[in-house]
């Protein structure tokens, strides 16, 4: 599908080696929680997932599309605590307040920094923010439940889905579009993705996220003829339409006889003063 998309190039797959079993065994032992199912047999058949693809303009390549999903040894804990940090340095749960709105209604409880959760690193979403794997309840031990939840450049969770199985599904229907998970926060993607976003619509359900505003400013452009090759045709100059003979004669007559009545009426004039 991205191959055939217009102005797409370099469309680049990384095949990697399926994970050893005691690599998944040995993680889930140093972290004291099981992989969910569907990610632990994802990984038996490769140990993580990288696909990039670019648009050409003006002839020079240049990347857009990036679909992540880091491989066990890179499926790290958020805000885990470090022998490099120092005895008072702040830390992610510092951020947490007991006056967080907890999950009601149809809102489910967001993850916390603290021991209260347990956050590993699914994707870096190129800095844009991280897709993470969030145990969120962890005491007395550890619950098998997990989550796919996105967290942004601002520190603030927006909940993406209850199994991986889903959120990879949601990662290969959007392309690996620029901030394409901002699509499933309160506030959008940013205008610059949401022009790629027009011009290589995702493939999803719920078309409202897509929706435009009435008086939105972002131009739907149309990928057909944004990567139209640009052959410039030659202007052929027309020549003036040529006066037949006697329309010149009649022409010049007129003009000879403006210019012999405007030197009589000079000559009278002089004569007159004289």
């Known amino acids: 599908l991205l191959e055939t998309s217009p102005g797409v190039t370099e469309v680049t797959f990384v095949e990697k080696e399926p994970a050893e079993r005691h690599t998944i065994i040995s993680w889930e032992q140093k972290n004291s929680c099981m992989l969910p199912e569907d990610l632990k047999n994802f990984y038996l058949m490769t140990d993580g997932f990288q696909m990039t693809w670019s648009v050409k303009t003006d002839d020079t390549p240049m990347p857009l ?6 491989s066990v040894s890179k499926l790290c804990r958020l805000g885990g605590s470090s022998m490099y940090t120092l005895p008072n340095a702040p830390t992610l749960a510092d951020l947490e307040d007991d006056t967080d709105e907890e999950g009601n209604g149809d809102k ?3 993850p916390h920094f603290d021991s209260r959760s347990l956050i590993f690193e699914l994707d870096p979403c190129n800095g844009n923010g991280k897709v993470c794997l969030v145990y969120k309840h962890t005491k007395p031990v550890v619950s098998p439940d997990t989550e796919i939840w996105f967290l942004d450049r601002a520190l603030y969770w927006h909940f993406l889905t209850k199994t991986f199985t889903a959120y990879y599904r949601l990662l290969i229907t959007h392309l690996g579009l620029p901030q394409w998970q901002y699509a499933f926060t309160s506030y959008g993607v940013s205008p610059q993705a949401k022009q790629w976003f ?3 619509k995702p493939i999803t359900i719920n078309t409202a996220l897509l929706s435009e505003e009435a008086d939105s400013f972002v131009n739907k452009l149309d990928p057909n003829k944004v990567f139209k090759s640009k052959n410039k045709t030659p202007v052929i100059k027309k020549k003036p339409p040529s006066q037949p003979a006697g329309s ?3 022409h010049m007559s007129m003009t000879s006889s403006k210019t012999s009545s405007l030197a009589g ?4 004039k002089r004569d007159s003063q004289i």
């Open 65 to 70: 599309g990036s679909m992540v999903i880091n």
């Open 108 to 110: 489910p409880e967001k």
């Open 198 to 200: 027009n011009m290589y």
């Open 248 to 250: 010149q004669k009649s």
């Open 265 to 268: 009426n000079s000559s009278r």
